[in-house]
């Protein structure tokens, strides 16, 4: 996991202090924004002192929540979203002619300012428990042991029974390493390659595919894509993808604006379709060529969206062969 950053636990006390200025300013005035932003007074005015009550109350959360804020992350994704329909509301309301334009500039101190701080919060939480390095035990998180190459060479046993070691030391293995099971791009890297069988095939190359699924959701992925033949090592807590130095993905290279674009392309376009996240959606894929237990060459992949990162390890591999996939 990574480490505690020291900031959000300012962010949300000063969240938490903003509620309890704002919201007692409402509770003891009541009358006083309307005034100055020339609006008419409320015939109620206790339902907006009891808004301001609320506002209140809710910067106890914020305090509680600044002591382990992806603990209490609850608190924060409804802070988040308060924040987020307070403009909603704001907008539809002074659209339609109910408060005036001139109201707009209270959100620039109430709401919108806070979006990127709870969102990172949020970010980082998902990003935390995603990590399948960590396990929740009585309620704090312990950190698994990392393998070694060799380790993870040796202890990684695919669905022919074999280890990568003993599978490498009889031919050249092209493992391929896949995002998690529902990723539209590790779809495509399936298909691409059943198309180029032959040309993996004749270099004497064996893919084995490692993907955070179970043995049986392999078989069916495999299967789909006419590729049951080929090995498949499960490997759900990702020890494998660490040992081969696979990082997690930047939030540039999960929804960066290739991503996005190829995803449309990939999903919608070519039609392999969405599906659930099932693994470590931040987790990046890659390719390798392995002989005799040793990295031959290797190709991480760039971002969610390079589907194929074997690719260049193929052709690369092609010495007198005039073949290119």
Not at 288 to 293: A, D, P, S
Request: glycine content about 10%.
């Amino acid at each position: 996991m990574t480490p505690e950053p020291g900031w959000p636990k300012y962010a949300l006390r000063l969240a938490a202090i903003h509620n309890w200025l704002w919201g007692t300013w409402v509770i003891l005035r009541p009358n006083q924004l309307f005034d100055l932003m020339g609006m008419d007074r409320p015939n109620h005015p206790w339902i907006w002192q009891s808004v301001g009550m609320l506002v209140a109350v809710f910067g106890i959360g914020y305090w509680l929540a600044a002591s382990d804020f992806r603990r209490h992350w609850p608190i924060v994704l409804m802070g988040l979203i308060g924040k987020m329909l307070g403009p909603v509301g704001f907008f539809q309301s002074a659209i339609t002619g109910q408060v005036p334009w001139s109201l707009g500039p209270l959100l620039l101190i109430q709401d919108i300012p806070w979006w990127f701080p709870l969102g990172s919060m949020l970010y980082m939480t998902f990003r935390d428990h995603s990590d399948p390095k960590s396990r929740t035990e009585n309620g704090s998180l312990t950190e698994l042991t990392d393998w070694t190459l060799e380790q993870a060479n040796a202890l990684a046993i695919a669905t022919n029974g074999k280890s990568i070691a003993e599978m490498s030391a009889q031919q050249d293995v092209l493992l391929v390493f896949l995002r998690h099971a529902g990723c539209t791009f590790c779809r495509e890297t399936l298909d691409e390659l059943r198309s180029t069988r032959s040309t993996w095939s004749g270099l004497g190359m064996l893919p084995v595919v490692v993907h955070m699924g179970s043995d049986e959701e392999s078989r069916g992925m495999m299967q789909r894509f006419d590729l049951a033949d080929l090995p498949t090592i499960s490997d759900p807590d990702c020890r494998l993808f660490r040992a081969y130095q696979l990082p997690r993905g930047s939030i540039s290279q999960l929804f960066g604006w290739n991503v996005w674009v190829r995803g449309f392309i990939v999903a919608i376009v070519k039609g392999y379709g969405f599906g659930k996240i099932r693994g470590d959606g931040f987790q990046l894929s890659g390719a390798f060529l392995v002989r005799h237990g040793k990295i031959i060459k290797g190709n991480p992949s760039k971002d969610a969206a390079d589907s194929c990162p074997w690719k260049p390890i193929v052709n690369e591999s092609i010495s007198s062969k005039s073949i290119s996939v």
